[in-house]
């Protein structure tokens, strides 16, 4: 069993910057994370994550906006994000998943976290 647990969610004003961070029960091993985010009556989307040589990934909606990095002790995942639109208000959730998925789309495989509400306002 793995557990995550997100944190740093909040209340933004558009432009603003959060910095949300998702630990690990455990070193991740060969297995891979990754950001996704779910707005109401959206799909869940990819938006970063690490790959298996450790570069980052992200989806084309936070490019040159979101930084995502891992610890050196591969526990715990972050997501700076920057310049803060509405389009980003979501519920954000991190995924320990196989590495084969990359940011593919959200499946029950792996374990996901509860999440950390963002809101940004206009």
């Known amino acids: 069993q793995v557990r995550l647990v997100e944190s740093g969610g909040g209340s933004v004003q558009a432009g603003g910057s959060l910095t949300l961070s998702c630990t690990v029960s455990?070193?991740?091993?060969?297995?891979?994370l990754a950001w996704f985010r779910q707005a109401p009556g959206k799909e869940r989307e990819a938006v970063a994550g690490?790959?298996?040589?450790?570069?980052?990934m992200y989806a084309d909606a936070v490019k040159d906006r979101f930084t995502v990095s891992i610890d050196n002790s591969k526990t715990s995942l972050s997501l700076q994000m920057n310049s803060l639109k509405g389009d980003d208000t979501a519920m954000y959730r991190c995924?320990?998943?196989?590495?084969?998925?990359?940011?593919?789309?959200?499946?029950?495989?792996?374990?996901w976290g509860r999440g950390t509400q963002v809101s940004v306002s206009s």
């Open positions: 995924v320990y998943r196989s590495c084969a998925l990359g940011l593919g789309p959200a499946t029950i495989a792996g374990y």
């Open positions: 455990r070193e991740i091993g060969t297995y891979c």
């Open positions: 690490i790959a298996t040589d450790g570069s980052a």
